[in-house]
């Protein structure tokens, strides 16, 4: 949050790996300073519950119930068919379970012209991701953080977006590399380009340019 934003009804959540989540603690003790008395929902894979209340437990305990007085947190998590629905913790956020549609999409938000839809992509294994469709009125965005691909489902959920952003970590050479290795389960620019070509959004922005990942492939 900051003066130039209004503070978000939503955070959406990609994936769980610590470089996209550690921000939290700070931005919900911020967004308690900014915005007492609002919903806050947070959607995210399977484990987002437990990240978010344990990033409740790291803050110190008078943050955390000031943080408990001010935001109304709901943690919304993008279950699939054989995933249990679990209770909420007391005292922790509320909790909901979202399942896709026979579509294949999770369709996380929808009313007074808008829709949040999540498509499951490729990224590490056992590491369930997700990219964001943002559609208001006619404009649509597709958002996505690390990756490697995706299927069929979120080809169609991507499909004609005005924007569309993605990451391209990985130089060529980079890519041929760790494919020998290991797979890095980031993308190329050329890979975003393939992509991109099914999509077809108007406009595509990159995003996530790094220097090489070297060994460490857990990001
Ligand atoms: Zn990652």
């Known amino acids: 949050p900051s003066a130039l934003l209004p503070p978000p009804d939503r955070i959406c959540l990609t994936h769980l790996h610590f470089d996209h989540v550690a921000g939290l603690p700070g931005t919900l003790r911020r967004l308690a300073d900014d915005a007492p008395g ?9 484990g987002s519950y437990d990240l978010v ?3 409740l437990r790291f803050v ?3 943050d955390r119930r000031y943080i408990r007085d001010r935001v109304d947190m709901v943690v919304a998590e ?5 995933d249990a629905v679990r209770p909420a913790r007391d005292g922790g956020p509320r909790r909901r379970a979202l399942f896709p549609g026979p579509d294949g999409i999770w369709t996380a938000m929808e009313g007074d012209g808008a ?12 590491v369930p991701t997700f990219g964001y469709v943002l559609e208001e009125g006619r ?3 597709a958002v996505l953080s690390d990756n490697c691909g995706w299927g069929a489902a979120a080809d169609e959920a991507f ?3 005005d ?3 993605n990451e391209a970590t990985l130089g060529h050479g980079d890519a041929a590399g760790h494919r020998r290795r290991s797979p890095t389960g980031h993308s190329t620019a050329e890979m975003v380009a393939a992509g991109a070509s099914r999509a077809r959004p108007r406009v595509l922005v990159l995003t996530n340019f790094s220097a090489k990942l070297g060994g460490a492939t857990f990001e």
């Open 159 to 161: 499909a004609d977006a």
């Open 53 to 55: 209340a344990s990033h």
């Open 139 to 141: 404009r649509r965005a």
């Open 78 to 82: 993008l279950l699939s068919g054989g």
């Open 38 to 46: 609002r919903t806050l929902e947070i959607l995210g894979p399977p």
């Open 163 to 165: 924007v569309m952003v």
């Open 60 to 62: 110190a305990p008078p």
């Open 115 to 126: 829709r949040i839809r999540a498509a499951p992509v490729r990224h590490r294994p056992r």
